[in-house]
């Protein structure tokens, strides 16, 4: 019997958000990019040589190397790139990257790099170039924001709680409502492309002054007390800087209206924890769903666990059957910009910590 044809799969339409064919084989997501992909200047261009997989190499990510062409070596004197494949691990980086000076280009395995900041901070030379996968993991991600946004308007947590037939008629319509989302990234993008058919009225809260298209408005983290009053739905997508943690506390939740809700996609520093108790238990807003926590694993018994307008979810926004093949493809496209002086993809500014 002769097989079905694969069914296409649809890509993002429309001038932004930029897209990378990231697809790679079975994959069913693209990268998102933030901005352009830039040139590196010829002085920070990593010498070429035998690539390192480590701490345990997997076959999908060789098997991405090789088909750019790569050589998957042990680590050598020879050695000059490193993909790196744990998140946990950033202590064994460290003293991997001190003891190996001549490796001159690292491939960091999350968009975040929250994790690895200490080493950023202390391997900050001009011949080491840092690549990490934002962007890569976009668009699971702001499927996830998505859905937990969807989940609140719709009372959803509970619902999911509840053991007998309500009569009280709840949830909102996710049509027309006033979206505040707060970073500029792939996911804030992805999200923007999301939302089209919801008529939402956007703003973007970001560093830059420059535009995003899809929004409404752009406009600086010090605006954050104008726009936050405003908004029926805050979405938190920013990295997790020094200057970003705790970016929603006490003051900022305060500003929210009683039907407004909060969503945590990025990480869980970004939101002060005890604030958010606080402001549930008090009805300052609405619900608050977070893939994220701080503390994370949110340890059992935690009050948020019991917050009948709280949604958890336990870090699963992007599953590793979902990464997996956007990693890998992030990877190849990477090895065959450091073999022949092409675009890297998902630099990373040590300064600045994304």
């Known amino acids: 019997m002769k097989k079905a044809a694969k069914k296409a799969i649809p890509v993002p339409t429309g001038p932004e958000p930029q897209t990378v064919d990231e697809t790679g084989p079975g994959a069913q997501h693209r990268a998102v990019l933030a901005d352009e992909v830039k040139p590196i200047p010829e002085g920070r261009r990593p010498a070429r040589g035998p690539i390192a997989v480590l701490p345990r190499p997997a076959e999908v990510f060789t098997a991405a190397v090789r088909a750019a062409r790569g050589e998957v070596a042990e680590l050598s004197p020879a050695t000059r790139g490193l993909i790196w494949l744990s998140y946990a691990q950033a202590d064994l980086l460290g003293s991997t990257l001190a003891a190996n000076p001549q490796i001159q280009w690292v491939q960091l395995p999350w968009a975040g790099v929250d994790a690895f900041s ?10 080491l170039l840092w690549t990490s996968a934002k962007g890569a993991y ?4 702001a499927e996830h924001a998505l859905a937990l946004a969807l989940a609140l308007l719709r009372v959803l947590p509970a619902r999911a709680r509840a053991s007998s037939w309500s009569t009280v008629p709840e949830g909102r319509s996710l049509y027309g409502r006033t979206v505040v989302i707060i970073g500029a990234g792939g996911i804030a993008r ?26 409404e408005r752009t406009v600086p983290p010090g605006a954050l007390a104008e726009v936050l009053p405003q908004a029926d739905l805050v979405i938190v997508a920013a990295a997790l800087t020094p200057d970003t943690r ?19 996609i990025a990480r869980g520093p970004l939101v002060d924890t005890d604030a958010l108790v606080a402001a549930l238990a008090a009805g300052t807003i ?15 018994g935690h009050p948020l666990w019991s917050e009948p307008r709280c949604l958890i979810t336990p870090h699963s926004a992007d599953t590793p059957e979902m990464t997996a093949p956007l990693l890998a493809e992030r990877i190849r496209l990477n090895v065959r910009a450091f073999l022949t002086d092409g675009r890297f993809v998902g630099v990373v500014d040590p300064l600045a910590g994304y």
């Open 118 to 127: 200490a080493i950023l901070a202390e391997q900050a030379r001009p011949d």
């Open 138 to 141: 976009a668009q699971p991600v």
């Open 190 to 215: 992805e999200l923007i492309r999301l939302l089209e058919p919801f008529g939402t009225r956007i703003t973007i809260v970001r560093r830059s002054s420059r535009p995003v298209p899809g929004a």
């Open 246 to 264: 705790h970016l929603i506390g006490a003051a900022e939740l305060a500003l929210m209206r009683p039907e407004a809700s909060l969503v945590n």
């Open 286 to 300: 609405a619900g608050a769903a977070v893939d994220v926590t701080d503390p994370e694993p949110l340890p059992d």
